[in-house]
């Protein structure tokens, strides 16, 4: 007997709206639960010697994409930041430092600056600093602290460790970090007179003063996060990959 065709068709039509209500549901509730995903685009390839980008690059990846969010993309070519395909990403993190070479040229330069003045996300981690040196003066202000040169004086303290100091603790990156220990380059060469926000700092052991470890600014509709942190593999422990796991959701317009 065919159960199905013997049933009145108002329950019939019970059944249906009821299973079409059911999934309905289902889905709104695998849409509330997915990420919202951000694509970032991570820069490396070259650098100065005694950076391993080689090792360096794959560690701070693994940081970022321990934030599910997060699909990074890995580029050894920072000639791709001639490319019009920047605009695919929310961020880019520059991982790199044009030692003894040109850097990308100017149809690169003022793709990055008008992709981050144009609410692109900005990450700069350890020598980045130093990208595009003297070949770019804006570059201060869209980094909003750039590495002083090789005749500016003591670049940093003698590599050790350190205490990295949360200045900020209600900052959306910041928030809820606490203080840490790192073996790092406490870096004290970085220059510029851009307004930046110090969520974190840490004090030389050579001369006493106070360097910002992590900052941010905006530029444009941009957001900007810079740390210097991150020497080598060691030092991109895992509270410098939650600072800057953190500062990437935050330039991509997440909750980080």
């Not at 920072?78 to 100017?106: C, K, R």
């Not at 005749?151 to 840490?180: C, E, M, S, W, Y």
Request: charged share 20%; proline share 7%; net charge neutral.
């Amino acid at each position: 007997m065919n159960t199905t065709a013997a049933r009145p068709r108002w329950i019939r039509r019970l059944l249906i709206t009821a299973g079409l209500a059911a999934a309905s549901l289902a889905a709104l509730a695998f849409a509330a639960g997915a990420p919202e995903t951000r694509r970032v685009l991570l820069v490396t390839g070259i650098d100065y010697p005694g950076h391993p980008w080689r090792e360096t690059a794959p560690v701070l990846r693994a940081h970022l994409e321990k934030d599910r969010r997060l699909a990074v993309t890995v580029s050894e070519d920072p000639h791709l930041l001639d490319s019009g395909a920047l605009t695919n990403y929310a961020a880019v993190i520059l991982h790199f430092q044009n030692w003894e070479v040109p850097g990308p040229g100017p149809a690169a330069r003022e793709n990055l600056r008008r992709f981050v003045e144009n609410s692109g996300g900005l990450v700069l981690t350890h020598f980045a600093c130093g990208a595009w040196y003297g070949e770019w003066p804006e570059f201060k202000n869209l980094a909003g602290r750039a590495w002083f040169g090789p005749d500016g004086g003591r670049q940093h303290d003698p590599h050790g460790t350190f205490t990295v100091t949360i200045k900020d603790r209600n900052h959306p990156v910041t928030a809820g970090l606490k203080d840490f220990a790192t073996v790092d380059e406490l870096y004290t060469c970085l220059e510029g007179d851009a307004p930046i926000h110090v969520l974190a700092s840490a004090t030389s052991k050579v001369d006493g003063k106070e360097y910002p470890m992590a900052f941010v600014r905006e530029y444009g509709r941009g957001r900007v996060f810079h740390s210097p942190l991150g020497h080598d593999a060691r030092a991109y422990n895992a509270e410098v990959g939650t600072l800057l796991r953190r500062g990437t959701a935050w330039v991509a317009g997440l909750a980080p």
